[in-house]
């Protein structure tokens, strides 16, 4: 009989320091489906420079085209993928009171709609693994695992998201170190 998978979704994934190289060197995943067939994720600390309007021709309200644009992860990176939060999210699917949606049509509504509680993320591309891969990587681990909210999704610094987290979690000294050691 297969053991059964754990789902970690709503579930942040952080580089442990065994990933430098790689696209997800230092980087804060927010597992948004996790299952036997495999899992999806949106990396929450690599902004860029571009807004969403920058990327998108649709007809979006101007607030949207305004959000910054973050690199999801390596697969697909001209889809995009938004998180979207508001109190008491009747359809939330990744967490309470969290969302991920790819619908055009529903980001558009989103847009002409105003909520002051309402949160919104908007991502190029995205992290994906195939069934079993992610549950391997953790096995190695190759990822360190924390519990999500939407403090940490929406309103810590990108920048120093993976810093934060990293010393939360008592790994100081994984946190103060070089991004590459050969500079120390």
Known sequence: MAKATKSLRGQLLLDGGKLHGSFFHRTVVLICQHDAEGAFGLILNRSTENKVGDAVVADLAETLK???????????PTALTYLHSDI???????????????SLDDLMDIGGSYSPSQKLRMFA???????????????????LVHPASLDLVF??????????IVKEKGLVLLAQAPEDLSWN
Request: glycine fraction near 10%; avoid cysteine; charge should be negative.
């Open 125 to 143: 591309g995205y992290a994906g693994w195939s069934a079993g891969q992610l549950d391997n990587e953790l096995a190695r681990k190759d990822w």
């Open 155 to 164: 309103n810590s610094r990108p920048e120093n998201l993976w810093q934060r």
């Open 88 to 102: 008491l999210l009747p359809d939330a699917n990744v967490m309470d009171n969290l969302r991920l949606g790819h």
């Open 66 to 76: 305004e959000e910054t644009l973050f690199i999801g992860g390596p697969v697909q």
